[in-house]
């Protein structure tokens, strides 16, 4: 009975086939392997997008020892240098390629192997990829070495954490986005409607918290700093010598701006158009640099001046020698003479001070210690109608240039709101474009109205001095006033003011492009001021290596800022450090 009660170890055998479809395992294992190697292989898709192109909101590598702070320098050198020595040899094919039909066939192969694999590419590699390893291995072997103590927390402070963290995650201020994305940059300036934005003090998005986490358990704010100075003054030395002054001005004035950004926001003052205000003391410095001491500025930076003045250079020549020392090459004016388009007027002033100048030496004579404006626009007349010329010569001559600036950097740092409004923002970059070219524009129409115009006023003047007929209301008024005024006029120093009326042209720039037009002419201010100081013996010489100094001091303060203030940075120093340095 119990053993008729007793159930079966297997099922009994069906005497006909079933029913049901029977689907073989080989199949459905094949179907899964499939879709195991498309995720594998997605994976790897992504992981060699992130060797090329650095995703937001990366969270920092924990390393432990100092075996994996050196692995992780590498990787970063080694990624860092791969990607610059791509990007300069890009750039460099490309520029190559815009003059090739210009150069004699046999030379063309040569010059490519050179633009793609030369000295200059391989120089820029070797500096940027030893910046990253050294500063990558720096910051992160220094709380290693010099471990940061932990306070102790008190009864009282440890309560307040718990009861924070009992809140729920919608209360308190609203959340602030990433120091590193620029997203909410970008709908601001395409007018789309804003975000409810806390203060600089409000919590971060989850990758920024957890970035400022690792810097305040981590690392002290020197760490930054003196990895950035090290590894600065070391890459640099990679560069040519040539090019090491202009990376380390560069550098230097960025550090003065995250530095001065973030002590203004500490301290809560601001000073109002202070962009501005820098970018007009720095077009003084550099239009008084341009016209009376030209040997304080770079020879590239003097013919940019000269090809955008749309001013004869002999006339520039002829205004150094006649404010400084009294006299002109009567060749340079010859010169002038040539010009195309001079008008008959102009001709004959010109030649007749040439004439003079030619004299014997008891009887020659330069005429007033100052260029005619004559020869500043020898093919138009008038101080006024030239004023509109220039502006549209300017202006078109400009436009590919800006029209290239405003839409690459779009393209390729803005892709995604590119791709998404395609019309807004191309409509966005030819309004950029118009304004920058009409900031150039003003900028050239400030200075030759200013520079016309107070030639034209010492001409009135003398001649009211000069006048036997005192009864007239203006002759009375220029013979009162000191000679001393009159002659501040013609002098060397007026020219700087002429720099600070022109520089009120960044205020028909877009705001805020405003910064970084300053930050441009910043150091080339600043070099021209340090050269005329140290002739006059108020500065002493840096030496041999005043340039690995100079990015030392800069690069410790642009990557101090950069780990614990990034907003603090502008937008493109910040997207630039984070493609290539990352979070650390």
């Known amino acids: ?17 079933p029913s049901y479809i029977h689907f073989t395992p ?31 909101g990366e969270k920092p590598v924990e390393v432990l020892d100092l075996g994996e702070c050196f692995e992780h320098a590498c990787r970063g050198g080694l990624r860092a240098g791969t990607l610059a020595f791509a990007i300069r040899s890009g750039v460099n094919f490309i520029l190559l390629l815009t003059r090739i039909k210009r150069i004699p066939k046999r030379f063309r192969l040569s010059l490519i192997r050179h633009a793609l694999f030369g000295e200059d590419s391989v120089r820029f590699a070797a500096m940027l990829a030893s910046f990253v390893g050294l500063y990558k291995f720096i910051l992160n072997a220094l709380p290693i070495l010099l471990p940061q103590p932990q306070p102790k927390d008190t009864t009282h402070a440890r309560t307040r954490s718990l009861f924070r963290a009992s809140l729920p995650s919608g209360s308190g201020k609203a959340p602030m986005d990433s120091p590193f994305d620029d997203e909410s940059v970008e709908e601001a300036e395409l007018g789309l409607p804003q975000r409810t934005r806390g203060t600089r003090h409000a919590r971060l998005s989850a990758s920024a918290q957890a970035h400022q986490k690792w810097i305040r358990k981590r690392t002290r704010w020197w760490y930054s700093a003196f990895a950035g100075a090290t590894a600065g003054a070391i890459a640099i030395m990679f560069e040519k010598k040539s090019r090491r002054v202009g990376i380390a001005q560069q550098m230097f004035v960025r550090g003065l701006q995250g530095s001065f950004n973030a ?50 250079e002999e006339a520039v020549k002829s205004n150094l020698t006649l404010v400084r020392e009294g006299y002109f090459d009567p060749d340079d004016l ?22 003079k100048a030619r004299l014997p030496e008891g009887l020659r004579s330069y005429g007033p210690h100052v260029v ?28 590919p240039i800006y029209g290239a600036l405003h839409t690459i950097p779009m393209m390729l740092f803005r892709r995604k709101t590119f791709l998404q409004r395609p019309g807004r923002m191309l409509l966005r970059a030819a309004l950029g474009t118009a304004r920058s070219s009409a900031f150039l524009g003003v900028f050239v129409v400030i200075y030759q109205a200013y520079f016309c115009g107070k030639h034209n006023l010492y001409h009135k003047l ?25 002659e501040l006029l013609i002098s060397k120093y007026s020219f700087f003011l002429g720099g600070l009326l022109s520089g009120l042209s960044l205020f028909v720039e877009e705001k805020r492009r405003r910064e970084e037009l300053a930050m441009y002419v910043l150091p080339k201010g600043l070099e021209s001021a340090w050269v005329m100081a140290r002739g006059k013996g108020w500065v002493f010489g840096m030496g041999r290596y005043g340039d690995a100094l ?23 120093v910040r997207r630039i450090l984070y493609q290539f340095v990352g979070p650390n």
């Open 263 to 312: 002590m203004s926001d500490r301290h809560g003052f601001k000073i109002p158009h202070g962009d501005v205000i820098v970018f007009t003391l720095c077009c003084g410095q550099i239009m008084y640099a341009f016209l009376m001491r030209p040997d304080t500025l770079p020879h590239s930076y003097n013919k940019w001046i000269q090809v955008a003045s749309k001013v004869p």
């Open 334 to 355: 010859e010169r002038v003479l040539q010009y195309p388009g001079i008008t008959p007027s102009n001709y004959a002033y010109l030649a007749d001070r040439v004439a």
């Open 462 to 486: 003398m001649a009211l001095r000069n006048t036997n007929s005192g009864r007239s209301l203006l002759a009375m008024l220029a013979k009162r006033l000191p000679p001393v005024w009159v």
């Open 1 to 17: 009975m119990a053993s008729s009660l007793r159930t079966p170890d297997s099922p009994p055998r069906l005497g006909r086939a």
């Open 372 to 399: 005619p404006c004559e020869a500043v626009h020898p093919d138009i007349d008038s101080c006024l109608t030239v004023q509109v010329a220039h502006f549209w010569e300017v202006f078109r001559w400009m436009l």
């Open 26 to 56: 080989r199949r459905a294992m094949a179907s899964f392997e499939n879709l195991v190697v498309l995720a594998n292989y997605e994976e790897h898709l992504r992981e060699a997008r992130k060797v090329v192109w650095r995703d937001r």
């Open 550 to 572: 100079l990015t030392a001091i800069g690069m410790g303060m642009v990557m101090s800022t950069y780990q614990n203030d990034p907003h603090h940075l502008s937008g493109l």
